[in-house]
């Protein structure tokens, strides 16, 4: 019974590339959610999205950061034009429906160089 | 806007040692609360959650319970082990975990043999 899945595990990437994290939920579940953990911080939500939709983006820096849950294959995380300010670790979580605990994935280590 | 206060860290303790973290919240509604384990390198994991006032969470020994009077949800537990060193994160939902987490900002627990 696999868990949440995220890949990569580890991202170094130079200011100005792309950056690209991809999330496969627990099998069942329809419901995703991203978090960024900033060095010595708790967990920060960013977006929440079901398939095809995004629910709630209030925690999304509105340049650069986009997310998309499509109807086939893993929700991706994707960040445009990347800064130093953006290394951090992304963490994806997932629930079977709207009021189920979510279930985080190993999270994805992004260093910005 | 909804907050979570967790007492600051490293807390260090010996084996067998009795166990508390404090954790207090702020919402607007009736939220649930949640408290999750990240072992190092790792994603994190639910350990215990409480949906309503004077609920009691427990798991692996550890407890917690809702109170409302006091705005808390303190973590427990009476006889920690080496393999309990890990940070805990307190959390909230107002959604009962539908919607965004809002994570305290961790305590990092540390036990010596």
């Not at chain 1, 990437?13 to 069942?28: D, N």
């Not at chain 1, 939709?53 to 086939?72: H, L």
């Not at chain 2, 006032?53 to 006091?70: H, I, L, P, Q, V």
Request: net charge positive.
């Amino acid at each position: 019974n696999a868990g949440v899945m995220q890949n990569p595990r580890h991202l170094v990437r130079r200011r100005g590339q792309e950056a690209r994290l991809r999330c496969s939920p627990m099998k069942g579940h329809s419901h995703v959610y991203w978090y960024r953990q900033l060095p010595e911080e708790g967990l920060k939500f960013m977006v929440y999205l079901q398939k095809e939709n995004i629910i709630d983006e209030s925690g999304m820096p509105k340049e650069r950061f986009s997310a998309e849950f499509p109807k086939e294959g893993p929700s991706i995380l994707r960040i445009q034009q990347v800064v130093r300010g953006d290394s951090a670790a992304y963490f994806c979580a997932s629930s079977r429906g709207a009021k189920e605990t979510q279930y985080f994935g190993p999270g994805t280590r992004l260093l910005v160089l | 806007g909804n907050s979570v206060t967790q007492m600051e860290g490293p807390v260090t303790l010996s084996e067998e040692a009795f166990l508390t973290i404090n954790c207090t919240y702020t919402a607007t509604g009736y939220p649930s609360l949640f408290w999750y384990v990240q072992y190092p390198g790792e994603g994190l994991q639910l350990l215990l959650k409480a949906t309503k006032a004077d609920d009691k969470g427990s798991n692996k020994g550890f407890e917690a319970t809702y109170r409302k009077e006091t705005t808390s949800f303190h973590l427990e537990k009476g006889s920690v082990q080496v393999s309990d060193s890990a940070v805990y994160f307190c959390a909230l939902s107002e959604g009962g975990g539908a919607d965004g987490l809002t994570f305290g900002k961790g305590t990092h627990l540390i036990i010596q043999p």
